[in-house]
């Protein structure tokens, strides 16, 4: 991850801008946009991109397992991993994106500062999706997770490029070889 | 500072041009229901004079808990009569307190409407804790959860436009720490300062006071579930602003609520599902509200 060089183009306007809330996800081909979701705490935000097609998607799953909550689950894909990530793939691949093409992000997963490990949200949040992506044969390009600090994540749709804004600082977590 | 430094609180608030209040509708019907001794006449009239807050206490006493398999339906004078004053707080609360939050949170970045949508869902998880331990009262606890983050308000004041991430070295620590260094008192503290004003009972001032650090000894059923509904709320995704998860939960308190994994998994997805509910809700009553304004 390195900061972002001075001259970064200037910020996104509302049109241009898909925002993307907890237990939601969004898919498009608009190279003109970037897709936004706000504040990741132990939520983890997942991004897709195909570099050729330019379909682009993120996720931003709330808990792990549909099963604590069926109902919820059924009504709401997006709120878990296990239901939400098939679902973000699936969308892309209807707008043209190709499996082995793909650019998978993800960022968040944060923990409440000094939980003792009787609850660990934010890594079983983690865990569930490394556990998806091993069994569906899909490699992480970068993450950045864990802590205690709040992320935004943003995904350009122009080049998938991702940048992380956390504590005041934007980073870039990944951008295409120059 | 605590609660009962009323001169130092004075004193960091009172540079303040205006203190954060609620609607005059809410604030008449709070200072009257917590007076005990308050008017039904007088609370019919606030309540009547506002058609969402009317129609909230109609629903609520013709619902199934409160009408007793009566067949016949309650008037606004009779369901004010068999709801009690602190339903009536509550309902006031939920109904209003959108206008006062809803620009809340600037200073920790939240984006417009995210602190009243924490508020809400906080308070959604609070209710339903107070429900299963049956050890508080579940509408007591919706309102002390719903003003937790009142203090924010007068935090985004006091910072003039400084934002929050800018108050701490970057070290992890609780974020109250962070707010006493930067103001001399934190959100939790100045929040009771303000439900103080704004008349609130004690139970509610104490629980608004202690929502990030439930008191040890003695212990207190609506702190503990005003603290581990603030926790369960940002795990649902709510809330989250500069301060992040850097507002540890007490084992103690998550002890005495009984709270476990597959349980909290199962609150936070219910609070944000709550808070989309009344959302969707409101969006389709002002769609009718405007439909109805053109038919006319």
Known sequence: MSTIPPGTPKPLTADQRIVVGVADLAVSKEPGKAIVTYALGSCIGVTIFDPITKVGGMLHFMLPEGKTSPEKAAANPAMFADAGVPLLFQKAYKLGAERSRLIVCAAGGAEILAEDGHFRIGARNRTMLRKLFWQNNVLLSADDTGGSHSRTMTLSLANGAISIRSQGKETVLWAPAA | ?296
């Open chain 2, 1 to 296: 500072m605590g609660t009962g430094g009323l001169t130092d609180m004075n004193k960091l608030l009172g540079g303040l041009e205006r203190l954060p209040a609620l609607p005059a509708t809410a604030a008449r019907a709070i200072s009257l229901l917590s007076q005990g001794n308050s008017s039904a006449a007088e609370i019919e009239r606030i309540f009547r004079a506002d058609e969402g807050l009317a129609a909230a206490t109609l629903r609520r006493a013709n619902s199934a808990s409160y009408a007793n398999g009566s067949k016949r339906s309650f008037g606004l004078k009779e369901s004010i009569a068999r709801l009690g004053n602190r339903v009536l707080m509550r309902l006031a609360l939920e109904q209003q307190a959108s206008n006062t939050m809803r620009d809340g949170g600037k200073s920790y970045g939240l984006e417009r409407g995210a602190l009243w949508r924490s508020s809400l869902g906080g308070a959604a998880v609070a209710e339903k804790l107070a429900q299963e331990s049956g050890q508080a009262d579940p509408d007591l606890c919706f309102s002390a959860a719903l003003l937790r983050d009142i203090g924010k308000l007068a935090v985004d004041t006091l910072s003039h436009g400084e934002r929050a991430v800018s108050w701490n070295s970057g070290a992890d620590r609780p974020f109250v720490d962070v707010e006493r260094d930067r103001f001399g008192a934190d959100h939790a503290q100045i929040g009771a300062f303000l439900a103080e004003k704004w008349s609130m009972p004690q139970e509610i001032v104490l629980a608004v006071r202690h929502h990030h650090q439930p008191p040890e000894s003695p212990t207190s059923w609506i702190c503990d579930i005003v603290h581990c509904a603030d926790c369960i709320a940002r795990w649902a995704g709510l809330g989250i602003g500069d301060d992040g998860m850097c507002h540890p939960l007490s084992p103690r308190a998550r002890d005495a609520v009984g709270i476990h994994r597959e349980r909290v998994e199962a609150l936070a997805a219910y609070a944000l599902e709550f808070v989309n509910t009344i959302e969707r809700d409101l969006q389709q009553g002002a769609h009718q509200h405007q439909q109805q304004r053109k038919s006319a």
